[in-house]
């Protein structure tokens, strides 16, 4: 898809099954593009939605339980996030399913990028008894949760929304996953080292990348080694 000036770019997130196709197709309509990742036949679905003036794109991400790099679909997610740095994560949850799912909510806050959560299957929670406090899974999570009914076009409006008003606003505080004293220390301190490479704080979170090197990752150690000097 060619590159527009003052195009912005989100990317839709989630594990699989959540229903990202669904929301992506609800917000973007026909207005799709259809690519593969560079080198990889996996497919790269994007689309655009205008939203008062502004272009806004969409980038379906492959699905994932985590963001470890496992599996092709993992470095993929990961490499995009990082790399491309869009400017917030719609982050798609399966509410029928919040424990589970919320496992790669962690994950994508902790990139550092703004969350939105778009609380799907809100229906099939429901109909199994469930009652989400949204509003305090927001003050957790630092992020707008939106219920939707994805597969009824419900929930479009407040998403929409709630996408703009988290890339107009400036000053998103990132999620912060409490590791606990002992790991807390470790985690600081690392942080404080990296900070002192330049090009290291310029590009990445180094709060994730602390973490991702404390769990001795193979690609926060490249990183390192490339852009740390
Ligand atoms: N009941 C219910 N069904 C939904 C909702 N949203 C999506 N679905 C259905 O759930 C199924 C999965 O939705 P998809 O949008 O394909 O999910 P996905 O996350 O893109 O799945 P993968 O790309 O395979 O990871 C489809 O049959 C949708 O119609 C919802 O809010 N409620
Ligand atoms: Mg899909």
Do not use: C
């Not at 770019?9 to 593969?36: C, D, E, Y």
């Not at 399966?94 to 919320?102: G, K, Y």
């Not at 509003?135 to 994805?150: C, D, F, H, I, M």
């Not at 990445?204 to 990348?209: A, E, P």
């Amino acid at each position: 898809m060619k590159k527009e000036p003052g195009k912005i770019v989100i990317a839709v997130a989630g594990q699989p099954n959540s229903g990202k196709s669904t929301i992506f197709n609800m917000l973007t309509g026909a207005r799709q593009h259809v690519a593969n990742y560079p080198g990889v036949t996996v497919e790269k679905k994007t689309g655009f939605y205008r939203y008062k003036g502004d272009t806004v794109e969409l980038v379906d991400l492959p699905g994932t339980y985590s963001l470890t790099s496992y599996t092709q679909e993992e470095r993929i997610a990961r490499d995009f996030l990082l790399h491309e740095k869009p400017a917030a994560i719609v982050n798609i949850v399966d509410a029928s399913n919040l424990e589970r799912n919320l496992y790669l909510t962690f994950q994508l806050g902790e990139m550092g990028i703004p969350l939105v959560i778009a609380l799907n299957m809100m229906d099939v929670a429901k109909s199994r008894g469930f009652k989400i406090d949204t509003e305090e899974l927001a003050r957790q999570l630092k992020a707008s949760v939106v219920p939707t009914v994805g597969n009824r076009g419900k929930g479009k409006k407040e998403l929409e929304e709630a996408i703009a008003a988290t890339y107009r606003n400036t000053a998103t505080v990132p999620f912060h996953l409490d590791y606990g004293e002992a790991l807390e220390i470790s985690l600081n301190s690392l942080e404080k080292r990296l900070k002192e490479n330049p090009g290291l704080s310029e590009s990445y979170s180094l709060r994730w990348m602390a973490i991702k090197l404390m769990e001795n990752d193979s690609e926060a150690k490249k990183i390192l080694e490339k852009k740390g000097k």
